[in-house]
């Protein structure tokens, strides 16, 4: 039984799980194509038609109403700077300590590649 055997038996057995399912998906959906006026839509109309679990979900997305429009309309993300974060983390992670702030910052700019005249010591005070 591969994957879509198996949800459209689970979805049979349930019409309230059905009926969950198809807010999900319609709510995906229309999130993936972008199409921001029917994403809203479908928010109202399942408002009051799905689990409470989901209902809460759906009331944080109300909430968070003004991002969730700025997302439609702009393709930018912060994608690269999260990028950026995640590798200087995985550095001090396994860097088992630096004895001093410059070489660490050293170790950084370096895996950036950036030359060692940007990676002056940080003059703090």
């Not at 974060?85 to 050293?106: L, P």
């Amino acid at each position: 039984m591969n994957h879509r055997e198996l949800v459209e038996l689970i979805l049979t057995t349930d019409e309230t799980m059905k009926d969950n399912w198809m807010a999900y998906q319609n709510l995906i959906t229309t999130f993936c194509s972008r199409d921001e006026k029917r994403f809203f839509a479908w928010l109202d109309h399942y408002s009051d038609k799905v689990h409470p679990l989901l209902q809460t979900v759906l009331e944080t997305f109300r909430k968070l109403t003004p991002a969730i429009r700025n997302s439609f309309r702009t393709k930018l993300t912060n994608g690269f700077v999260e990028g950026i974060n995640n590798k200087i983390k995985v550095i001090k992670r396994i860097s088992f300590g630096y004895r001093s702030f410059v070489n660490f910052r050293t170790r950084i700019m370096i895996c950036f590649t950036l030359t060692k005249k940007t990676a002056q010591p940080l003059v703090v005070g």
